[in-house]
């Protein structure tokens, strides 16, 4: 019988989680570290694209996660301009257009079926990384109460700030401010305000937001903004929707102010690295590559990491070589991604009256199954678990 391979993960967000739920898979024992007091996040949604539900299911975890989401039949929605305007009606059959199902998931159902899976015993919260050591063919973690803990590998999942990327990298820059702010949103029983309609999406100047259905009785919505557009030392979420709640219509305004979830986020960026991890060490989700949310991947990235390295893991490569053929796999898809975000970015941070009109009209004229897959963010750089090696076409 083989000796039992054993992993430390650092964080138990949805990469940390993803990664000790393809390990255990493969037969590791794992250890995950995590400094919040509980590995739950509040009610906030996301988006899972197709790309992402095939991850899940790799991973088993598909059918838990999808019966507590919103799994469209039909892709049901409108682009507006934020005073009401209709730029697009969206009408399809969801499967067909974007070549698998999505869902949108309210954070709780993603992180409470991950959690299932990996098992609350292997989780040791209120437990923060300040660094690492290889050691013997191994590592040794440090965390900040003292303690250390020695593994065979050990993954930095640890998000967009990273220790263990910060240790692995010492002469790279902070992340940095990205012109952007977001404000996302849950509220319950409030579906009424959508009618018929699974989700709205707004475009305005330096301004996109999208209220979307996110259970049977759920609505998780985000509005990012261009920093300008809020007044300076304005941070509190409420206070920001408030302010801009003027310049939407009935709609936006019914949902957001019934809401009492909310949460604000300065968005950072970072270049991309050259080489993710070094020996037994590597990084996966957003501290190795985050993405700006709008490539709308962040997550599904993320849970495509962990499916690659699980593979990688149980090939017959030796650990260290099994970890750098994990990080070429994947380096080339997020760096592409991380891009097509900036660029989607700069789309929507834009303010200029020409940019914007010239933006609605590409919209009002785009084949609507075109404009779904970039709402949905279905293309050809997002990657698929099922066969990490091909892109989705
Ligand atoms: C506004 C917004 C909307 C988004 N929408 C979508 C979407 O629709 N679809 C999508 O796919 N993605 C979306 N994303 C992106 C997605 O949320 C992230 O990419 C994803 O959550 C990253 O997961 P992660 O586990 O890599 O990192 P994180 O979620 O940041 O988790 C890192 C974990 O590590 C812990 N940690 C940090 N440092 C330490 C330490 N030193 N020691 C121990 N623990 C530590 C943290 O407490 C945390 O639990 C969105 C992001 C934003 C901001």
Redesign the pocket.
């Known amino acids: 019988m083989g000796v039992t391979r054993r992993a430390l993960i650092?964080?138990?967000?949805?990469?940390?989680l993803s990664a000790g739920i393809a390990l255990r898979r493969i037969g590791w024992h794992i250890r995950l570290?995590?400094?919040?007091a509980s590995?739950r996040e509040l009610g906030f949604g996301?988006?899972?694209?197709p790309n992402?539900v095939a991850a899940l299911g790799e991973l088993g975890v598909a059918d838990a996660v999808l019966a507590r989401s919103f799994v469209p039949t039909n892709l049901w929605g409108e682009i507006r301009r934020p005073d009401g305007r209709v730029l697009k009606q969206v009408d399809l059959p969801a499967r067909d257009a974007l070549g698998g199902p999505m869902a949108v998931a309210l954070r709780p159902a993603l992180h409470g079926a991950l959690l299932d899976a990996v098992g609350d015993d292997v989780i040791t919260t209120d437990?923060?990384?300040s660094g690492f050591e290889v050691r013997n063919g191994g590592v040794a973690l440090r965390l900040t109460s003292g303690a250390v803990a020695e593994g065979d590998v050990l993954i930095g999942?640890?998000?967009?700030?990273?220790?263990i990327r910060c240790q692995l990298h010492a002469s790279e820059s902070p992340p940095r401010a990205s012109g952007l702010v977001?404000i996302?949103g849950a509220v319950d029983g409030a579906l009424q305000h959508l009618g018929p309609l699974s989700a709205v999406y707004y475009m305005g100047a330096g301004i996109e937001s999208a209220i979307v259905r996110a259970s049977e009785t759920s609505i998780y919505w985000?509005l990012?903004l261009a920093r300008g557009l809020v007044p300076d030392g304005l941070e509190d979420a409420a206070a920001i929707v408030a302010h801009m709640a003027t310049q939407f219509d009935d709609t936006f305004r019914a949902i957001t102010s019934a809401t009492t979830d909310l949460r604000y986020?300065a968005?950072a960026d970072r270049d991309p690295l050259h080489s993710w991890g070094r020996g037994p060490i590597t990084l996966?989700?957003?501290?190795a590559h985050p993405?700006l949310?709008h490539t709308?991947?962040?997550?599904?990235q993320?849970l495509v990491d962990a499916v690659a390295l699980g593979k990688m893991l149980s090939s017959a490569l030796p650990v260290e070589a099994a970890l750098r053929s994990y990080e070429r796999e994947r380096q080339r898809k997020t760096r592409a991604l991380l891009y097509q975000g900036r660029r989607m970015a700069a789309l929507m941070r834009t303010r200029s009256p020409v940019a914007c009109y010239l933006r609605d009209v590409a919209v009002r004229l785009a084949p609507v199954t075109s404009i779904a897959k970039v709402l949905v963010h279905v293309n050809r750089r997002a990657g698929t678990a099922v066969d990490h090696g091909r892109d989705q076409g």
């Open positions: 650092v964080g138990a967000g949805i990469g940390g570290f995590e400094r919040a590995p996301l988006a899972l694209a992402a437990s923060e990384a999942a640890d998000g967009i700030g990273s220790t977001a996302r985000f990012s986020d968005l996966l989700g957003d501290a993405l949310p709308g991947q962040g997550a599904a993320a």
